[in-house]
């Protein structure tokens, strides 16, 4: 059986693979959960105060980098299954699914470290600051572009003409 030009066993083990990912990402934030507290509860091991922040910030951002790419992945997967249902017969889902996905992810990795800037206790308000300042220029600056973007894309849902 065909679907939309991919052998169903090929696509059915592609799914399966990105879920099998999605699995490893689950085990491994188990494994250093389960690990952290098993080294910080136990009284085999003394570490002074420093050596306890050490390895709480470690923890941390090993915690937030296994979370942000087990959503990563998530969302690879959700984008992945609507490239594969409307892909074949949209051409706006054809041409505008990578931008979209591209940049959520981005702005999750961008989360991430903010997240893990925050859990080593560094202050991000400025550069927050500066973040929105540089969007807002960059937004200023871009308007013809996304105007005529915004024009390109009413022509193309208009289907007043087919593109081949």
Excluded: C, Q
């Amino acid at each position: 059986m065909v679907y939309y030009g991919l052998n169903l066993y090929m696509l059915l083990k592609t799914r399966l693979s990105h879920l099998w990912y999605l699995f490893w990402w689950m085990i491994i934030l188990s494994f250093v959960s389960v690990f952290y507290h098993t080294v910080l509860g136990s009284n085999m091991f003394h570490f002074t105060p420093e050596a306890r922040t050490y390895i709480d910030n470690l923890y941390k951002t090993t915690f937030w980098l296994i979370v942000t790419a087990l959503v990563a992945s998530a969302i690879n997967i959700v984008f992945r299954e609507i490239k594969y249902i409307f892909g074949a017969d949209h051409l706006i889902i054809r041409k505008f699914l990578p931008t979209l996905r591209f940049t959520t992810l981005l702005l999750i990795w961008i989360i991430w470290w903010f997240l893990i800037l925050e859990s080593l206790h560094i202050n991000t308000d400025g550069l927050l600051a500066w973040a929105w300042i540089g969007w807002a220029l960059f937004a200023i600056a871009s308007r013809d572009i996304i105007a005529n973007l915004l024009g390109s894309l009413s022509i193309i849902l208009s289907k007043m003409f087919e593109i081949h």
